[in-house]
């Protein structure tokens, strides 16, 4: 690559699953990530990290965003003699708001607008590399498109389509400040589940749906899950007794992404007040000993933003 070319990417936090949907449903956050990224003369990495993440990732080839540049230059048949990375992370890591699906799609979206015009490849494409780094499609999709995304996976190949939210829905996340890597949440669940608990999730899923995107109303049963959550409770004790509190009052909590932010789909403004209102009393009262970071969010649907400075 020639050297001196730079491009910002601004994409967004991302919560999955929603409770049913499992490896497949992802709705994009009003909390954003910038990264850029300039091509240097020289054989050099050099990182400048504000932000989330600043004081512990690290400073050469195997940070993540540096690594997913690399591939997808490669796939796009070029390589770089030299980076220079600046990242303002605002996502939190390792609390289930895919922080990192929102490091590669910003580094493959980087790495497609540095190369030529005529070598550059599509947003599928990008869906396509960024699950297989993931393994799952679920964050990666709403990071690159924006709003609810639904994906869907062939064999190896990864698919994603669009669904509009509810102008009243209102997500409200409380992040904990313990961390539970991805890794570890996945590897909690069993290798299998029996045929009544996946037809369960099956309504739930098809309900949240129509719930999300018609009629808010049904968010309740439709954010109800029988693939993941209990399984991972143990991990996330405060934050699984965080949701059945607010389940138990009527809100639709559910896990965020693998854990441990709870996420909650609130109905209109008053309803996100009360959820608000709920999570300051319930977290004084029950866990004095976790710092939460409470956020009442929008729905982004712009998604990963390219800007080209110089090419
Ligand atoms: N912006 C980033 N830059 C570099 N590495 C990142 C970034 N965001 C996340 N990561 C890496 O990904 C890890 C978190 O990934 P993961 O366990 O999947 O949690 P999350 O739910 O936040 O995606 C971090 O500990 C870090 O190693
Ligand atoms: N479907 C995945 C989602 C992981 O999301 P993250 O934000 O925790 O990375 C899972 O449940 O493992």
Redesign the pocket.
């Known amino acids: 690559m020639p050297a001196a070319q730079v491009v910002t990417v601004r994409v967004p936090a991302t919560s999955a699953n929603l409770g049913p949907g499992y490896d497949s449903l992802g709705l994009a956050l009003s909390l954003h990530?910038t990264?850029t990224v300039e091509t240097l003369a020289s054989g050099e990495l050099e990182f400048e990290l504000s932000g989330?993440?600043a004081d512990?990732?690290p400073r050469d080839a195997t940070?993540?965003?540096a690594k997913a540049i690399t591939e997808a230059l490669h796939r796009l048949g070029y390589r770089h003699e030299g980076l220079r990375i600046t990242?303002d992370?605002v996502?939190?890591?390792?609390?289930?708001?895919?922080?990192?699906?929102?490091?590669v799609v910003?580094a493959v979206s980087a790495a497609n607008a540095l190369v030529p015009e005529a070598a550059r490849r599509g947003k599928d494409w990008i869906l396509q590399l960024t699950s297989e780094m993931e393994g799952h499609p679920d964050?990666v999709a709403p990071a690159i498109f924006g709003g609810l995304a639904l994906s869907w996976q062939n064999s190896d190949q990864y698919s994603s389509t669009c669904a509009t939210v509810a102008p009243t829905v209102i997500p409200v996340v409380a992040v904990p400040d313990y961390?539970?890597?991805?890794?570890a949440a996945r590897a909690l669940l069993p290798a299998s589940v029996g045929h009544h608990a996946a037809a369960m999730n099956s309504g739930r899923a098809a309900l949240l749906i129509h719930a999300l995107t018609r009629d808010p109303e049904f968010l309740l049963p439709g954010t109800e899950d029988y693939l993941h959550q209990s399984y991972r409770a143990q991990a996330m004790r405060p934050s699984a007794d965080l949701i059945a509190a607010l389940r138990r009052a009527g809100h639709a909590a559910v896990v965020s992404?693998?854990g441990p932010t709870v996420l909650v789909l609130a109905d209109g403004e008053q309803d996100a007040q009360a959820v608000l209102d709920f999570i300051a009393a319930h977290t004084a009262r029950n866990t004095p000993e976790v710092g939460w970071r409470v956020m009442k969010l929008a729905v982004d649907i712009e998604g990963a933003k390219v800007e080209v400075h110089r090419r």
């Open positions: 990530d990264l989330e993440g512990s990732l940070h993540l965003v990242a992370n996502n939190p890591h390792g609390r289930g708001l895919g922080s990192s699906a929102s490091a910003a964050n961390e539970l890597s991805t890794e992404g693998a």
